[in-house]
């Protein structure tokens, strides 16, 4: 069975950073795409960034240039960094995994998902 385990998260001021990691289990982490969802109270769970096998990377408009999802296939994890946050920001982040060897935005197709970390951003 896979699992992932998020971590990282925490309080932080508008344009403060943190890096959230997670872990996976299983062999073969890298024929499968990673990406990194997040989901505010009373919205739905929205895509933030996803990476491939190659470590192409794909990011949603609003994190763009703010954001860097990375891989690290030999400790079988995956990170996001995020810089100059926002109170929008705010979220439950979660680490998924693809059922095949690519990236999407949307939910569906992910069929494993972490226990998710909490972000705070105050203004």
């Known amino acids: 069975q896979v699992q992932l385990v998020e971590s990282g998260g925490g309080s932080v001021q508008a344009g403060g950073s943190l890096r959230l990691s997670c872990v996976a289990s299983?062999?073969?982490?890298?024929?499968?795409?990673m990406g990194w969802f997040r989901q505010a109270p009373g919205k739905e769970r929205e895509f933030v960034a996803g990476?491939?096998?190659?470590?192409?990377?794909y990011y949603a408009d609003s994190v763009q240039g703010r954001f860097t999802i990375s891989r690290d296939n030999a400790k079988s994890a995956i990170y996001l960094q995020m810089n100059s946050l926002k109170p929008e920001d705010t979220a439950v982040y979660y680490c998924?995994?693809?059922?095949?060897?690519?990236?999407?935005?949307?939910?569906?197709?992910?069929?494993?998902w972490g226990q998710g970390t909490q972000v705070t951003v105050s203004s």
């Open positions: 990476i491939n096998w190659r470590g192409s990377t």
């Open positions: 998924a995994r693809h059922a095949k060897p690519l990236i999407q935005a949307s939910t569906s197709g992910y069929e494993y």
């Open positions: 299983g062999r073969r982490f890298s024929d499968y795409g």
